[in-house]
């Protein structure tokens, strides 16, 4: 089996938007990133590798989750496409280039790209993606080369405001 967990950013700041890639992170932000991360931690769902979208507030909610399940902040890796756009069939040719050592991989990006991607890997996703939302994929498969669209299983949806 193989897993993909999304991971939207925490709750950034209302203000930069001139500057949006720069835009931080809320207080607010940092507590949902932890509350999430801690709840991943506690169900032993750990990262064998993180990919982040290269924006702040993404790679800021990243280090937070990689920090709180152990996880070396110098070993995320950084794309691009996940600030600019990224196609669901993209996305999945970067799955299907994973080293097959790589049972979990969190990836953290941005709405509405992360809603969409959600919605194409599973058959049926009718959830939100609020800030700090974190969805887990199940592909029942043995290679990352076989993923493929629509062919998730729904694992867990994690949203702040169900922990506090």
Known sequence: MKRVVIVRH???????????FN??????????AKIISDKLKDEDVKPDLIISSPAKRALMTAKIYAENLNYPESKILLE???????????????L??????????FVFGHNPIVYYLCGNLVKYF???MPTSS????DF???????????????????VPRDYK
Not at 23 to 32: M, P
Not at 96 to 105: G, H, Q, R, S
Not at 134 to 137: Q, R
Not at 146 to 158: C, N, Y
């Open 23 to 32: 835009r931080g992170l809320k207080d607010r932000g940092h507590n949902d």
């Open 140 to 158: 029942d498969i043995e290679n990352w080369r076989e993923v493929s669209a629509r062919q998730g299983k729904l694992a867990f949806h994690l």
């Open 126 to 128: 009718n959830g939100d």
């Open 134 to 137: 974190t969805v887990g994929i």
């Open 80 to 94: 691009d496409d996940l600030y600019d756009g990224i196609t669901t069939q993209e996305f999945v040719h970067i």
């Open 10 to 20: 925490a709750k950034s700041v209302p203000y930069g938007y001139d500057d949006d």
């Open 96 to 105: 299907n280039n994973l080293a097959e050592e790589i049972k979990t991989v």
